[in-house]
């Protein structure tokens, strides 16, 4: 071949390369979301979710590795949750996780009957309306349960050994919380048991908290029973200082509000359920 051919060819070649639309970038296969809806707040669960990303890291899932999370957080404004467990059903994640969050649960329900839900929830969740039953569970829900409002009546047992001087219990309870009947139940039943008198009070805001501790009677044998419930959980610092300035021996159902200054918890370890 003579030159002049060669270089005709090798330059038609090169035009032709040049000419030519880039090679299309592979995309990368979108992440598994997990949406997760809690009623609380990140700033008072921060524990509790890094032990369910711990759980979630020995599972094998890595958050912006393997699967992405999407979270949902009410901030204690129970009447949110339906919009944003709507949206979490619109995005079409591949599961929805309420952790520690009895009421993100009975809306997740209600939300999706297809997308998978992995619930954790303070009481019977049968009862709840969660499961058919506990060893038959049915449907796309599927959790487990700390028990935390059916071993209230336990707590009146552990108080009155700390405190053998108790003679009025009073029990504190949010009355929209979805464990506000199972808790004041137990809480009735727990009293009876004792032969003890119990009043209960409601708070479902941070003032009503406030007036039900300014309105107990200055009584050495007053003692409170608080039940589980995500709002007054994350009000624990104020709740346990409220008590300790009252003089009023009180139980709680985790050990978080004893760390807050709080006299004493029994129940289940919330970290280890969230795990």
């Given amino acids: 071949m003579r030159r002049r051919q060669f270089l005709t060819l090798v330059g038609g070649a090169a035009a ?11 995309q ?4 598994p979301v997990i949406g997760l809806l809690h009623a609380g707040s990140p700033e008072a669960n921060a524990k509790r979710i890094d032990a369910y990303l711990k759980g979630l890291r020995d599972a094998g899932f890595v958050d912006g590795k393997n699967v992405a999370i999407e979270y949902r957080w009410a901030q204690g404004r129970d009447d949110e949750l339906p919009t944003m467990a ?63 409002a059916d071993i209230s009546a336990k707590r009146f047992g552990v ?27 137990q809480l009735r039943a727990g009293a009876a048991s004792l032969g ?4 209960i009070l409601h708070a479902s ?42 003089a009023v021996p009180a139980i709680f159902d985790v050990r978080d509000y004893v760390d807050a200054g709080a006299l004493v918890s029994y129940g289940a370890d919330y970290a280890n359920v969230m795990r």
């Fill in 196 to 199: 003890v008198q119990i009043d």
């Fill in 205 to 246: 805001t941070e003032d009503e908290i406030d007036a039900v501790f300014a309105g107990l009677p200055r009584d050495p044998g007053n003692v409170l029973v608080s039940s589980p419930d995500a709002f007054l959980y994350s009000r624990r610092k104020r709740i346990a200082a409220l008590a300790a300035s009252h």
């Fill in 16 to 26: 032709t390369s040049v000419a030519r639309p880039p090679l299309a970038l592979a």
């Fill in 86 to 148: 709507a949206d979490l059903v619109q995005r079409r994640v591949a599961v929805i996780v309420t952790p520690g969050s009895t009421a993100a649960s009975i809306v997740a329900k209600h939300a999706t009957s297809t997308i998978p839900i992995v619930f954790t929830s303070g009481s019977d969740p049968v009862e709840l309306g969660l499961v058919a039953s506990l060893n038959r569970p049915g449907g796309n829900l599927t959790g487990i349960t700390s028990i935390n």
């Fill in 28 to 31: 990368p296969a979108a992440l």
């Fill in 159 to 185: 108080l009155q050994q700390m405190v053998p001087q108790a003679a009025h219990y009073f029990g504190l309870v949010n009355p929209v919380s979805p464990l506000a009947g199972p808790v004041t139940r």
